[in-house]
Every structure is written in C-alpha cells, then in structure tokens.
C-alpha cells in the first residue's frame, strides 16, 4: 500500500456555482503544483467536463477520477466516482434525464461551461445543474454500483445539502462505506452522534469552487496504486 495525497471533491467552470477561473488546464495543474497525487473532478450533476481533466492529469502526472457530485430527491448531495470515463458519461446521461429541468440563467446562478482540452469553451448545459434529481438517496448507491462506479455521502459534518442535515439520521439498510468530511474538526462529534460512520472510511475534501481552495497535500488515502480502481477499492474498504 501507498499513501496518496488526495482531494475528491473539485468544482469546474461547468459547475455554475464554480469559478471561470476553474478550467480542467488550470485546476489540474494547480493540483499538480500543490503536491496531489489524486483529484476527483465533481460537478454539480454532470460528468461533462471530465475528459479534458483527465487529458491534464495524464500530462501533469496526477491521477483524476471522473465523478459528479449527484443532488438526490431529497436534495442531500452525493459523491459518485467511476473507474472510466465511459461509465462517467453513462452515468452523466442518465442523471441529465432525470435532473429538475429548470433552465439556468447565467446572470443568476453563472456560466455552465463545457471545455475541451485547449480549454476552450465548446459549450454550455441549458439546465440548471444545482437542481435536483429524482433519484433518492436510498438508490443513489445502487445506481452508480451499475454504473460500475462508488457512491458516499458528501460533506456529511455540513449544514446545508448533507444527509445529516437534510435527512437528520443515517438511514437504515445503508451500505456505503465511505463518508466525507469537509472539516476533521467535526469528526469525533459526528462519529458520536451517529455511530453507523464508525466503520466507515472518513475523508476530508475541500469542495474547491476556486483554485486557491483545492486542498494542499494535507490528507493521505493508502491504496495499492494511483490506478483508479485500486483507489475506489481503497474508498470502498471498511475499517474494522
């Protein structure tokens, strides 16, 4: 086993609450600069900007794991993480289908900005991406396992948009096994109140919307190697 210094939770441009300034090219690279070996790129409900964040990690050497950060039904959010970028894309469709389709307004919410490689803007997403899906929280995790991918809940120790939050317990029958935190400091006092994360993989992800917020090499993962699926494998694993 390997540590790994990690960040997987990463807004884009895409993302209309992420700042222009968060171009796969640059939020990659800022990554790089700042000594992460792994990142996992999630925007709001959509996939869409991850192959050219993987084209970045492959040249700057930093391992990126395509993902999304999915809003249920019950608007608690949800980070899924897939092993290729097909299976990201397949997912990506079927959450588009089934997200609130409510039209964004840029001057409102901000640009949803679809980037190539070049990071040139090849497009946009008409829908609002902050909205909600119909898919629950409960089916969350049984989706994305279809899809080959790993579902946890996001930023569990928040008090908005999180499952603690919205949903007030860790409901019974859940399987994941992973949870993120966005601040450790809150971990002891959540662990006490809600005992199910006990066995559950803690992480701590910064939820970057602006390059200077992507985490410093803070934060290790031990996983086999920087491969993708030895680290979803490694998310995945209960403490015991």
Do not use: W
Not at 147 to 174: E, M, Q, R, W
């Amino acid at each position: 086993m390997i540590p790994l210094f990690y960040d997987l939770h990463i807004h884009s441009c895409l993302s209309p609450c992420g700042d222009d300034a968060m171009t796969p090219a640059d939020l990659v690279g800022m990554a790089a600069v700042k000594g992460l070996d792994v990142i996992a790129l999630t925007d709001h409900n959509t996939c869409r900007n991850c192959p050219a964040a993987m084209y970045h990690g492959a040249n700057y050497g930093v391992t990126v794991i395509p993902g999304m950060e999915l809003t249920t039904v019950e608007e608690v959010h949800v980070i899924c993480l897939f092993p290729t970028l097909e299976d990201a894309l397949a997912f990506d469709a079927l959450v588009y289908e089934r997200l609130m389709p409510v039209p964004n307004r840029e001057e409102i919410f901000g640009k949803q900005q679809i980037m190539d490689k070049e990071d040139k803007v090849t497009g946009t997403v008409e829908n609002l991406l902050i909205n909600a899906t119909s898919i629950s929280f409960d089916d969350a995790f049984s989706l994305a396992e279809s899809y080959h991918g790993i579902a946890y809940p996001a930023h569990v120790d928040k008090a908005s948009t999180s499952l603690i939050s919205n949903l007030g317990f860790i409901p019974p029958g859940s399987t994941f096994s992973c949870a993120e935190f966005h601040n450790f400091s809150n971990l002891h006092r959540i662990r006490k109140d809600h005992p199910y994360l006990e066995k559950c993989n803690v992480i701590c992800c910064s939820d970057a919307h602006y390059l200077e917020d992507i985490h410093e090499p803070d934060y290790q993962i031990y996983a086999r190697s920087k491969n993708v699926n030895d680290i979803l494998d490694a998310l995945q694993r209960r403490r015991k």
